[in-house]
């Protein structure tokens, strides 16, 4: 089972913009979908992004669509969530998965590997 490791989280006000890595250990994200999610308190952990293990076709959510990049380097196997024009309901604790999965891509329990998540706080 591969592990994950979540870092580049912090505090940006609105506009601003960070890149979130996950670095991958125990496997290679060559042969994985990997993912990001969030979530914040008393909320479900929602999809936020994802890249195909083939072909590097990506997928959003509608509420990060033109502002949020998924990308893989499979040589520094490391998967990154560029961050860009964040707004305060961006704020959530942000998750790397990975999954051998086919469909339903976007849903949180076809993951079984995560990470322990980074803090994203965008104040107003």
């Known amino acids: 089972q591969v592990q994950l490791v979540e870092s580049g989280g912090g505090l940006v006000q609105a506009g601003g913009s960070l890149r979130l890595s996950c670095a991958a250990s125990g496997g290679t994200i060559s042969r994985y979908t990997m993912a990001w999610f969030r979530q914040t308190p008393g909320k479900e952990r929602d999809f936020v992004a994802r890249?195909?293990?083939?072909?590097?076709?990506?997928y959003y959510a509608d509420s990060v669509k033109g502002r949020f990049t998924i990308s893989r380097d499979n040589a520094k196997n490391t998967v990154y969530l560029q961050m860009n024009s964040l707004k305060p309901e961006d704020t959530a604790v942000y998750y790397c998965?990975?999954?051998?999965?086919?469909?339903?891509?976007?849903?949180?329990?076809?993951?079984?590997?995560w990470g322990q998540g980074t803090q994203v706080t965008v104040s107003s």
């Open positions: 890249v195909l293990w083939a072909g590097d076709s990506t």
């Open positions: 998965a990975a999954t051998n999965g086919v469909v339903f891509l976007t849903v949180q329990s076809v993951y079984n590997s």
